[in-house]
C-alpha cells in the first residue's frame, strides 16, 4: 500500500500546531518507579493508572496539549468511568502517540555506550498500536558525552535504528517523532554539546534520507544545545537559544514540519525560558515547541503525592506548566507570569 502522507503530514502539522506540544508520559514501568519513590507512591498498576487519568483529565489542558505519549500500559488502560485513555485523548482533540522503542542496552564493541533495542516486530506492534488509537510514535536513542565517546558506531547504529522505525511507522500510518537524544549529564561545555549534536542530525538526516522517510510526515525530537549538567558555570538562556537556533538550521531540512524538544533533565521554568527564547529569535523554517517529560510533570507529581484530597492541586500545577510551555511555543512567555502563579 502507498504511504498516504497527506494523513501524516497533516497529524504532524497538528503535533506542532502553533501555541501547542506534546506531553510525554510514556514512561516505562522502572522509570515511573524512580518518580513515584521520589514522592514517596508505590507504583503499581492502580496508581499509575491513576496519575495518569489526574493529567489527562486535567481540564483546559488541550489548549496547550497537541497530543500524548502513552506507554504500552497505559495505551490499554482506562479513565475512571471505563472510558479507555485513547477515547478520552481524542475526545477532548488530543492526539494519542506511543512510545515503542524497547530501551537502549549495551552496545557491543563500545564501552559506556547504548543502542535503542526494538526492530522485531515492529511492523506487528505498529499494526496494533494504530488499531488501538495511537496516530504518532516515540522511539528515543541515547548518545552519552564523556572523554572518549560518543563514537561514530554509536551515532550511526542509533540513527540507523532510528530510520528504520521511522519508515516502519510511515508505512503503518503513523507519524514518527524522531530523538535522537545527546544527553546533558556530562561536565562538557555548551561547545562540544553543539559539535556533537550536529554530528548526530547530519547523520539523521542522512540516515532518514537513504531509507526514504518522508520529512513531511515525521517531527524531530532533539536535545537543545546546553552545557553540561556538572559543569560550573553553565551557558545562559540567549545563548543556549542562539545556539541552539543556529545548529537547526544547519541540520534540519525546512520540510520537516516541526521540532519538539525533549527537557533533558532542565529544570521546569529553565525549558521553558529556553523555548521561549528561541520562538522569540522567530523566522523559523519550522515549528519549535516542547515534548517534555520531567518538565510538565514534576509539578503536578510534587503536588500529587499520590493523595486523592491532592488531584485539583497537581492537576492546576499541570495546568500551569502546560500554559506555560504553550506561551513558550509561541515567544509569549514571561518570567513574571511563574511569579503570579505561585
Ligand atoms: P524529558 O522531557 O523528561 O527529557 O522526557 C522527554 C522524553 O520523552 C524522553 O524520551
Redesign the pocket.
Known amino acids: 500500500m502507498a504511504i498516504q502522507t497527506t494523513t501524516l503530514e497533516e497529524t504532524a502539522r497538528a503535533l506542532v500546531a502553533p501555541g501547542k506540544g506534546i506531553l510525554?508520559a510514556?514512561e516505562s514501568s522502572g522509570t515511573i518507579k524512580k518518580r513515584f519513590d521520589s514522592i514517596g507512591v508505590e507504583s503499581t498498576e492502580e496508581s499509575r493508572r491513576a496519575y495518569r487519568d489526574l493529567l489527562f483529565t486535567t481540564e483546559g489542558a488541550e489548549d496547550f496539549v497537541s497530543g500524548v505519549?502513552l506507554y504500552d500500559e497505559t495505551i490499554r488502560q482506562s479513565s475512571e468511568d471505563g472510558t479507555p485513555f485513547p477515547k478520552l485523548l481524542e475526545s477532548k482533540g488530543v492526539i494519542p502517540g506511543i512510545k515503542v522503542d524497547m530501551g537502549a542496552k549495551d552496545l557491543a564493541n563500545a564501552p559506556g555506550e547504548k543502542v535503542t533495542e526494538g526492530l522485531d516486530g515492529l511492523r506487528e506492534r505498529l499494526a496494533e498500536y494504530h488499531d488501538l488509537g495511537a496516530r504518532f510514535a516515540?522511539w528515543?536513542a541515547v548518545i552519552d558525552i564523556g572523554p572518549d565517546i560518543p563514537s561514530y558506531t554509536c551515532i550511526r547504529v542509533n540513527t540507523h535504528a532510528l530510520a528504520r522505525y521511522a519508515a516502519l511507522c510511515q508505512a503503518a500510518q503513523i507519524v514518527p517523532i524522531v530523538?535522537p537524544?545527546v544527553l546533558m549529564d556530562g561536565d562538557h561545555d555548551i561547545d562540544r554539546c553543539y559539535k556533537v549534536t550536529e554530528l548526530v542530525l547530519k547523520t539523521q538526516f542522512e540516515e532518514l534520507y537513504f531509507q526514504r522517510v518522508a520529512l513531511e510526515g515525521m517531527v524531530l525530537k532533539p536535545n537543545m544545545v546546553i552545557s553540561g549538567k556538572k559543569i560550573k558555570k553553565p551557558a545562559g538562556v540567549e545563548e543556549v537559544a542562539e545556539k541552539t537556533v543556529r545548529l537547526l538550521k544547519n541540520c534540519v531540512p525546512g520540510a520537516v514540519p516541526g521540532i519538539a524538544f525533549?527537557?533533558?533533565?532542565q529544570s521546569d521554568e529553565e525549558a521553558t525560558a529556553h523555548l521561549d527564547a528561541m520562538n522569540k529569535i522567530g523566522h523559523l523554517p519550522w515549528r519549535l515547541t516542547f515534548?517534555?517529560?520531567?518538565?510538565l510533570q514534576h509539578a503536578p507529581q510534587t503536588a500529587w503525592k499520590g493523595r486523592a484530597e491532592n488531584v485539583g492541586a497537581a492537576q492546576r500545577a499541570f495546568s500551569h506548566r502546560a500554559k506555560m510551555n504553550g506561551l513558550a511555543a509561541i515567544g509569549q512567555w514571561k518570567a513574571d507570569l511563574e511569579k503570579k502563579a505561585a
Open positions: 510525554a510514556d505519549i516515540k528515543r530523538e537524544e525533549l527537557s533533558g533533565g515534548s517534555y517529560g520531567r518538565a
